[in-house]
């Protein structure tokens, strides 16, 4: 039996990796894509081991000596081919020592897994030579392209792949895996499907300053630069980034909107927020949700094309407009 069971919320793609396991037809190509923080990377390495195990029921069974040498990233014929350190790309050299190794036969048995991850980020001349390999794919070898933006990858790289999608993960999915409670919900209902984020979100407090956010700005009265200087302070000093931050504002605006214009409940995002604060922006125009929208994307605009900006000072001209347009009625 094959066990992939802990890559969560992927159904569809996990039932097509377990076919191949089960066929004993593993493709010598293949690409993961979806978004980033979806268990690509966990999927890959848990296959990888359902390859190697030496078990015969459950498969992986985490206490063969394969499975055992794999868990201590001692096993030879695993290889992560990945970013190096201070780098930005995965380089041809890089490349270059695979086609190497897998010039020879695998050391523990007949098959050999290589990871590239992120395979979108390699450069045009390591794309090339692994183009080359996947052309003539050396026997036993199975290479696995992780991306989360598998259209930034050659088309002639993509044609010689089989392909499994990974999907956005359910929020109540995400919210299990963090283990449940009030935080973990928020993050998982804001996350938009990436496990990644919402664990940032509740390491790095950006629940926590999107509550604070929210609620400052719907209590907030007209005039208040303290208040104001006091909001950006503190939500500055959450280790978040400043364009998550903005994300959330954009969110809140979206939900605003939907809630006001639809009522269709089941497409908000912050719907605890919306429940417990959406009541005082009922006197807010539309039109001044709509312009509090554009203040946020214009402040991610100068943000993306002047990274030196001061980002305390930047949010608070933000709040300070937002403010402003939530009494323009
Ligand atoms: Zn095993």
Known sequence: MIDLSAVKGQGQAVGILSGFLESGRVPHALVFSGPEGVGKRFAADLFARAIFCRAQGAVPCFSCDSCRKIERG????????????????????????????????????????????????????????????????????????????????????????QKVRFSPLPGPVIAEILGGGREAQDAAEMARGS????????????????????????????????????????????KVDIFDIIDILKCWYRDLMISRETHREGDLVYHRLVKDFGGRWAQTSIRSLIESMEAAQQIERILTSRMHLNMRIALEALFIRLVELKYNQ
Not at 206 to 228: F, H, Y
Request: aromatic fraction near 4%; charged fraction near 25%; charge should be negative.
């Open 74 to 161: 001692a096993f030879p014929d695993l290889i992560h081919v990945e970013i190096a350190e201070s780098k930005t790309r995965i380089l041809i050299d890089q490349i270059r020592e695979i086609e190497r190794i897998v010039a020879y036969h695998p050391f523990s048995g007949d098959s050999r897994v290589i990871v590239i991850d992120p395979a979108d980020l390699m450069t045009e001349d390591a794309s090339a030579a692994i183009l080359k390999t996947l052309e003539e794919p050396p026997a036993g070898t199975h290479f696995i392209l992780v991306t989360g933006r598998a259209f930034s990858l050659p088309p002639t790289i993509l044609s010689r792949c």
């Open 195 to 238: 496990l990644a984020r919402a664990r940032l979100m509740v390491s790095g407090g950006l629940v926590s300053a999107q509550e604070q956010m929210v609620e400052t700005l719907s209590e907030m009265g007209l005039n208040d630069p303290i208040g104001i200087q006091k909001l950006s302070e503190s939500v500055t000093k959450y």
